[in-house]
């Protein structure tokens, strides 16, 4: 079978697109041999490990679910299908990054690293090899087809040296490195090449710290709030588009374009910006599929202004009538406002289809215990002027925090002398804690930092099908900034679900890019 996409693929980032067109080049170029393959032994080489190809080509897929790198010994012959060869036998990782790990003899064993949750593609070869092949050091074929030059990415760790050299080079007649031309590559030579940034002394991804039961925090609440504020409802097609960032690609453009405005979309009020486009025609719902309600513990409304703001007056807009369900009309209610998320002040406000609430202070967040079932628009005014609501957020399913009890909580305390470029922190909560049933948060300098990501994915206001439910093994996300080194990083894990509390959290420091800097390669065929 051909590779297959399930999901859109236009909402990659654009720099992963050459990833894409790599693999289904890989795959275009051993077609004809990939119907051919051979489970691994287990024991050798993991879970579901195989080997496709024939005698002269194998492409093996290696995997790694688990927190620490992993050590495999490929035997380079028949265990794995290859056929006896007086030649020498090439082995080329080409995923997750490329690298010519060499010739060796044949049946003669060799030590690979499948890195944490990651899976590793390699090509065992007998003949000869027909992409750009750079040696010395870790690549990634960005473009390479016919009529454009050839563009390569060397991946190294920052501040390191590495000497490279190009095999094939008698095919291309120019070369740059980083933008200017080097002829000593195209010579057969080695050249030296330095990654940019600081050395790093500690590695990118690495295990930080365990966790001790500790006595409920009195701040509980407030740490649960930075948590829910810093995350969102939206559908998981807005949290793609969000983690894509914006496309310079036209054709990427026009199916965004043509996903996010088609009106079946707009009118499933899946996306919280729908509250601030100054169209009563759109909304912001908490939705419901397959009679899933997908609230939690009735979910709450949250609006974040993103930053303290002055505000006189929020306005609400309500359709009808009926859409004001579970409030009745002109009947009073109370919502919530804070500066912090730690002290919060109760407002009171009549029911209706334009909900006027009475502010008149400095706020940065508002959440309601109870909300209308179909909001429309949010605005906000001060001084008789509207409010710029360019950074407004909102959120409408997890819970309020009177209906989240902590029965059970754990806390670490560490220092990240450096950070990597890309990194953050992945919180495993190990064990079953049950469905939303354990939330965590951390304080950075004192100051409350929420988890914005988390895995299995927060609960969204759903597009095409619901997200996964998991009661166990959550893994939340914070990300890291420059600015946290060397600062007392505080996390803490609060469990909720009094017949789920036997868990074990730990905490990794991680990066995106494995903290690795790039080269870029330009080649030009003769």
Known sequence: MAPEIYGNPWLLRDDEFPKLARIYNLHKNHNDILVEGKILPEEKYGANAVARGNGKTRLITLRNNSWLPVDYQIVLGEEIGISKTKNNVQLIQVHPDEDFIGGFKYNEVVNVVVEPFRSALFIVATEKYDDPLIVGSAFNLVRNVSGKTVLIDLVGNP????????????????????????????????????????????????????????????????????????????????????????????????????????????????????????????????????????????????????????????????????????????????????????????????????????????????????????????????????????????????????????????????VLPEIANNSYLSVALNGKHGVEGAYIAAKIDDKLIGAPDRAASYPSNTWEFVNAERDANYTYYIPLKDEYTDKKIEIFVMAYDKENTNIKPEVCVSSFTGGKEKIRIELQAK
């Open 159 to 414: 501040g390191s040296t590495a000497n490279i050299s190009l095999e094939d080079y008698e095919k291309y007649k120019t070369a740059k490195i980083n933008g200017v031309e080097n002829l000593e590559i195209i010579e057969g030579k080695s050249v030296a090449v330095t990654f940019p940034g600081a050395k790093l002394d500690f590695f990118a991804h690495r295990k930080i710290a365990d966790f001790d039961e500790t006595p409920v925090p009195d701040d509980a609440d407030a740490l649960y709030e930075a948590t829910v504020f810093a995350a969102d409802n939206n559908a998981l097609e807005v949290r793609s588009f969000f983690r894509s960032g914006e496309s310079s690609i036209p054709a990427v453009i026009n199916a965004r374009d043509a996903f996010f405005n088609q009106k079946t979309f707009v009118n499933r009020g899946v996306w919280d910006k729908n509250l601030f486009d100054d169209n009563l025609n759109t909304g912001f719902w908490p939705s419901k599929k397959y009679d899933i309600d997908l609230r939690v513990k009735g979910g709450a409304l949250r609006l974040d202004l993103g930053e303290i703001t002055d505000v006189d007056e929020l306005v609400i807009h309500i359709p009808d009538y009926f859409s004001l369900h579970p409030l009745l009309p002109q009947e009073g209610n109370y919502a919530e406002v804070s500066t912090d998320l730690i002290n919060w002040e109760t407002i009171t406000y009549m029911a209706d289809t334009l909900i006027k609430i009475p502010i008149h202070k400095r706020i940065r967040y508002l959440r309601f215990k109870y909300q209308p079932q179909h909001i429309v628009e949010i605005e906000g005014f001060y001084n008789g002027k509207p409010l710029s609501r360019e950074n407004w957020r909102a959120s409408n399913l997890f819970a309020h925090p009177s209906r989240m009890e902590c029965v059970k909580s754990w806390n670490t305390t560490f």
